[in-house]
């Protein structure tokens, strides 16, 4: 069942093969009555240590996510399934569920959607944009802690469903030596570049050996995204995205894992490539932190760095 309207902007959806998973704040505003999200739906703004943030403001009948408990240090891969499987329960999220996520940043929603894939919650949904476009839409917030909510008392499927969305370190190196496969670094150029790490906790410089360059945003701001969002942070239409790609010769036909510093911007490219339909797309999690780190050399030969 479709519960959220069709999105009023037709350049956003334009080319997507699963439009109704990238959600407009107008038509997210439809959707809330102004009182409880519908039992089947849940509604979550996904932060890094800003709850406070969120009890000032935040869109009515939402609930609140850190990524500190989906995400674990020192490498901040996903935490181990058992524990991902407790959060999404503790959240009230079955594999039916209808999570629509959105953030202050928009990656790290982002990040939350791709383990809710990951998971197997057939219907995820993020709101372009992230908070920001519901504010300048002028839609209404609500203050103070998340409304509690129901915990689910079974995921009701296979936990995890879709272990191909995410790759470890064996499986990035395997993809290197592979044609049809891609490795593809969703990072600045001076990052990719091997002019700054982009990191304060990340000493090396550099890129895996043999990786293509899918972008990112900004040089000097690990958050942003410009390569694939408009100013105002909505996605950019796919078309030009697939373009972008085509250059550096990422295609659809190819076994695909992003990476980025620790998964962040990663996963928004993922899940935008998942809404442009492409399949064989995964989240390489440890990304340049562990490469660099465990000091591993391409498949191809030749040092860890670039």
Known sequence: MNIVPHLSRPDARAGLARPRQLVSAASLACLLPGTAMPAHCRLLEAGCGALHLFDQAHIPGAGYLDTCAIEGGPLWNKVPDDVLLSVLLAQGIRHDTT??????????????????????????RLLDGGFAAWQAGGHPCEAGP?????????????????????VDMGEARALLARPDGALVSIRSEAEFLGKVSGYS???????????????AGEDGD?????????TDGRMRPSAEIAAMWAEEGITPGRRIAFYCGTGWR??????YAWLMGWEEIAVYDGGWLEWSGAGYQAAAGGTGCT
């Open 99 to 124: 999570v629509i996520l959105y953030g202050r940043n928009n990656p790290a929603a982002a990040r939350v959607a791709h383990l809710l894939l990951y998971a197997g919650v057939t219907d995820v």
């Open 146 to 166: 998340a409304r509690p909510c129901v915990a689910a008392t079974g995921f009701g499927a296979p936990f995890p469903a879709r272990p191909d969305y995410l």
């Open 201 to 215: 906790y990340i000493a090396a410089r550099g890129d895996i050996p043999g990786a293509l360059w899918g972008r």
């Open 222 to 230: 690990v958050n942003s995204m410009s390569a694939y969002q408009l």
């Open 266 to 271: 990663a996963s928004m490219a993922f899940f």
